[in-house]
């Protein structure tokens, strides 16, 4: 198992941008389908986005469709998430994690133990 690290939150106000950063160390991520999730205060993981191994294909929560984009440099071993439009809903503990089940709709699990994560705080 690859250990992950996110970092790139922060408090920004409504309608802002961040961008998030996942990089993997002790082993590579390139033959993983990658992603994000984010947890809001009482309430369970909820998926972000994915992106498969070579990054050539991407999926999303309905919840961040058209605002968010997800991306992968398998040469930085690094997964982005790019935050654009945010609302203060977007609030949250944002992770990242292996995708499994990619293709399905109905679930997408995360495979591995939960890291650290990295705080957004979308402010109104």
């Known amino acids: 198992q690859v250990q992950l690290k996110e970092s790139g939150g922060g408090l920004v106000q409504a309608g802002g941008f961040l961008r998030l950063s996942c990089i993997g160390s002790g082993g590579s991520l390139s033959t993983y389908t990658m992603g994000w999730y984010r947890q809001a205060p009482g309430k369970e993981h909820e998926f972000v986005a994915a992106?498969?191994?070579?990054?050539?294909?991407?999926v999303y929560g309905d919840s961040v469709k058209g605002r968010f984009t997800i991306s992968r440099d398998n040469d930085k071993n690094t997964v982005y998430l790019q935050m654009t439009s945010l609302k203060p809903e977007d609030t949250a503990v944002y992770f990242c994690n292996h995708v499994r089940n990619y293709y399905n709709d109905a679930y997408r699990e995360p495979a591995w133990p939960w890291g650290q994560g990295t705080q957004v705080t979308v402010s109104s």
């Open positions: 992106v498969s191994w070579g990054g050539g294909t991407t």
